[in-house]
């Protein structure tokens, strides 16, 4: 498994991370869902003030950059974007979709909550497949 890392494009994993973070930036903003996604996790705007952003951003660019490069371990060398891409969406809705489903609906989380998070990792990853696609 060690040897599939090597392997990996690293310009195409960091794209592919910075990407899906500035996804996430946009995501979670006012522009888009901010607001929904405070309601629903039970934050507020001053949360956020006093929230320790460079742990949380340096975590979450590192998150990314781990993700990236597992999507691009998986679909190996030279995958067709779309393929990367459908790939990327099959990770975001059966892996990901389905765990924070399940753990929501045992913590009683929000619906709204759970179409925010889950709807950005899906698309986090379905972009993450097509950088790497893109770029291999």
């Not at 340096?58 to 779309?82: D, E, N, R, W, Y």
């Amino acid at each position: 498994m060690l040897m599939y890392v090597f392997e990996v494009n690293i310009v195409a994993v960091l794209l592919a991370a910075l990407s899906s973070f500035l996804l996430g930036g946009l995501w979670y903003s006012p522009l888009m869902f901010q607001q929904a996604w405070l309601e629903g996790a039970g934050l507020t705007e001053l949360d956020l003030k006093h929230a320790d952003h460079k742990a949380i951003f340096l975590g979450s660019f590192m998150l990314c950059i781990l993700a990236s490069v597992a999507v691009a371990m998986l679909v190996g060398k030279g995958p067709s974007v779309l393929d990367a891409m459908t790939f990327g969406l099959f990770i975001g809705v059966t892996f990901v979709t389905t765990s924070f489903g399940i753990s929501y609906l045992f913590e009683q989380r929000p619906l709204k909550l759970f179409l925010v998070n889950a709807g950005y990792h899906t698309l986090q990853f379905t972009l993450i497949g097509f950088v790497v696609g893109s770029l291999n």
